[in-house]
């Protein structure tokens, strides 16, 4: 063979060689990318927003007038560390602010998420930034909000078994009325009015004040499997947890979530949507003008709490006795016909909606109020649990009441929140977990 022969040889032999490491390489690199499981945002926390501030059913009498001059001015160069449990836990996260009750475009910056350590202080090595359309401030218009890009966490070799969620934001200038969950049962923290932008320190001291109320925030995703359901509990002050512990997330659907991953892991995500006093029916002209301490009724607020949340297959709805009560003195035709009309919207975007019976509200107010209001009642879980509306019941009623007096049961009284006598109303922590224990998992989670 001469030179020339042996060379196109030898060349023919390395073109088949490099071809065929690009054969395998390609195999290689693709088979674990074609393995992955695909995935999708998941609402893994949520705080049905009202107002505005300081409209609306706190955790504990409380005093903030150091902390914002006046409600028409709000926040004033200020920054919030707001703490919340994510029920399940990704790799990216996104977050969602409000403006929905503000009347002045507010404007956020040095917006980040780490992981609580203790207090107020972040743990370290875990505070990151959070971007908006790649910037790192967003400015809101008045009845709107905005999701954040996302961002993956860090974890500083911590597990997130347990843990919470610090999300640190800088209002820039005044914010103007402020949007807010009033009853979050859970520690936040804020920086004093004119202190700038405090959010990158991890330490406790950059944020001397304390509130029991979430603002601005109203939303927690996580990438997470594909097919992950989210199912949202919505309702008034018993959904949002009246009564029980303070930071000891013992809400009934606390406790369900705890119940749910025990038998089903994290395939499932459980996220609370009530609002303290708020109402089935009314009221019909809620507006920032016009605010009320429950927050818009639950048809008007449904797109927002529950159609735009992430993943939602299954909605818990108990919600009705602030209708009966003297202020609003709501017939039952309507709160039926109200209730008739929000499943059927769920149902439309293929959501499953259990009904839940109304706890005993016996011995709460007057005599006469509360045997007028126990009646409407009584009529009520009775259409719940008959009208074949809903695609399942769950029997909060008879989980929580006394057969031989009709009301709740003198375990469930006292408060847990302040170890008070309890107003025969709200259950406590021991209430909502025999609530909770009233729940069906299976019918949760079949298809």
């Given at each position: 063979m001469n030179a020339r022969a042996c060379r196109a040889r030898h060349g023919r032999l390395a073109l088949r060689l490099a071809l065929l490491s690009v054969c395998a390489w390609t195999v290689i690199c693709a088979t674990p990318l074609l393995a992955q499981p695909a995935s999708a945002w998941t609402t893994a926390w949520a705080a049905s927003v009202q107002g505005p501030y300081p409209v609306g059913n706190v955790s504990l009498p409380t005093r903030l007038e150091q902390l914002f001059r006046?409600?028409?001015?709000?926040?004033r160069n200020q920054s919030f560390r707001l703490i919340v449990r994510p029920d399940v836990w990704g790799p990216q996260a996104?977050?969602?602010?409000?403006?929905?009750?503000?009347t002045r475009p507010v404007t956020f910056d040095d917006v980040f998420v780490g992981l609580q350590l203790s207090g107020s202080a972040v743990l370290k090595g875990t505070n990151t930034p959070v971007l908006f359309s790649g910037r790192s401030s967003v400015t809101i218009a008045p009845g709107a909000d905005a999701w954040s890009d996302a961002v993956t966490l860090r974890t500083a070799g911590a597990g997130t078994d347990g843990r919470k969620l610090a999300v640190s934001l800088h209002v820039v200038g005044e914010s103007g009325p402020m949007t807010w969950?009033?009853?979050?049962?859970?520690?936040?923290?804020?920086?004093?009015?004119?202190?700038?932008s405090t959010t990158a320190d991890e330490r406790e001291l950059a944020f001397p004040a304390s509130t029991t109320s979430w603002f601005f925030l109203d939303a927690v995703d996580m990438q997470l499997p594909q097919g992950t359901r989210t199912v949202v509990a919505l309702g008034d002050s018993i959904t949002d947890g009246t009564a029980s512990t303070l930071n000891g997330d013992d809400r009934w659907p606390d406790v369900l979530s705890r119940r749910l991953h025990a038998q089903f892991?994290?395939?499932?995500?459980?996220?609370?949507?009530?609002?303290?006093?708020?109402?089935?029916?009314g009221p019909l002209d809620y507006a920032p003008s016009k605010p009320f301490a429950g927050g818009p009724p639950a048809g008007q607020r449904l797109e927002r709490d529950v159609l735009r949340l992430s993943g939602v297959s299954t909605v818990i709805w108990l919600e009705g006795i602030n209708d009966f009560g003297v202020a609003a003195n709501t017939s039952v035709d309507a709160v039926q016909q109200a209730m008739r009309d929000v499943v059927t919207r769920l149902h439309a975007k293929g959501i499953r909606v259990f009904g839940a019976t109304l706890t005993s509200a016996v011995g709460n107010g007057t005599p006469a109020d509360s045997a007028a209001r126990e009646t409407k009642r009584q009529a009520l879980n009775a259409f719940i649990r008959t009208s074949g509306l809903f695609d399942g019941v769950f029997e909060f009623d008879r989980a929580t009441t006394d057969p031989a007096t009709g009301a709740m049961r003198d375990a469930f009284i006292p408060n847990s929140t302040d170890g008070g006598p309890g107003d025969h109303l709200h259950p406590n922590r021991l209430g909502y977990a025999a609530m909770a224990g009233a729940v069906a998992l299976d019918a949760l989670m079949t298809p």
């Open positions: 006046s409600p028409e001015s709000g926040a996104r977050i969602r602010l409000s403006n929905a009750l503000g969950h009033a009853k979050a049962l859970t520690t936040s923290y804020v920086s004093l009015p004119g202190s700038g892991g994290d395939r499932v995500s459980v996220v609370n949507a009530g609002i303290g006093g708020n109402r089935v029916v």
